[in-house]
């Protein structure tokens, strides 16, 4: 399977094919690899090259990517019954060996909405995984996000860096959503965005109170993009 992308060249007034995918797929219809290839003045070399693995079950339990110019990367995944990603290992080739390098664990709720991600990092000192980041989700009956909040880890607890507070409308429509940063004493105002009944209205976007500029999107919640 081939699927093909231009890019618009402003001077000559053309559309140039630049990027071309190779897919292939599972017998079950999942994608098994995934071939980027880009055009370097005429001649097509190969930039991304992916390979997808499946457990019995048929869920995702690992990728494996090499990158033109980069050493490659293998992700290995575990997951649950309905498979739900559990846990996420990430190890990069590097001179000459494979080497730890993220670890992510998962929480979901009965409705199979992620809770939680704990984030780590190998440490090459102590040779162990490390904290890093920990995000928590919160939905309402619908299942629909409500709070989001982002923490680092700092020495020996995780603390606050930033958080999202979504709210709906009577009609379950997106109606607005605030997100604010954590300055270490109080919580600041960074981007509001309002909705309106499937559209958005145009909301001010602020970054450390200072207005920067407007946006207007279709209605996320909907599945207009």
Do not use: C
């Amino acid at each position: 399977v081939l699927d093909s992308g231009y890019f618009y060249q402003m001077a000559a007034g053309v559309w140039t094919l630049a990027l071309k995918y190779y897919f292939t797929y599972t017998p079950s219809g999942k994608i098994k690899t995934l071939i980027l290839m880009y055009n370097a003045g005429g001649n097509w070399l190969q930039y991304i090259s992916l390979k997808y693995y499946y457990d019995g079950s048929d869920f995702s339990s690992g990728a494996y990517a090499t990158v033109l110019g980069a050493d490659p990367d293998s992700t290995t995944f575990t997951v649950d019954g309905v498979g739900n990603i559990i846990t996420e290992t990430s190890i990069n080739y590097t001179s000459g060996a494979w080497v730890n390098n993220e670890y992510e664990t998962n929480t979901y709720d009965g409705s199979n909405n992620k809770t939680q991600k704990i984030t780590q990092v190998w440490d090459t000192v102590t040779t162990a995984f490390v904290n890093e980041t920990k995000g928590n989700w919160t939905f309402n009956g619908s299942n629909k996000e409500t709070y989001y909040i982002k923490q680092s880890w700092n020495v020996a607890a995780f603390t606050d860096d930033s958080k999202k507070d979504t709210y709906y409308d009577g009609n379950g429509d997106l109606s607005y959503d605030l997100t604010q940063d954590f300055d270490g004493t109080n919580w600041v105002n960074k981007v509001k965005n309002v909705y309106n009944a499937g559209v958005s209205v145009p909301a001010a976007i602020a970054e450390n109170g200072r207005m920067v500029h407007f946006l207007l999107s279709p209605n996320p919640t909907k599945g207009n993009f």
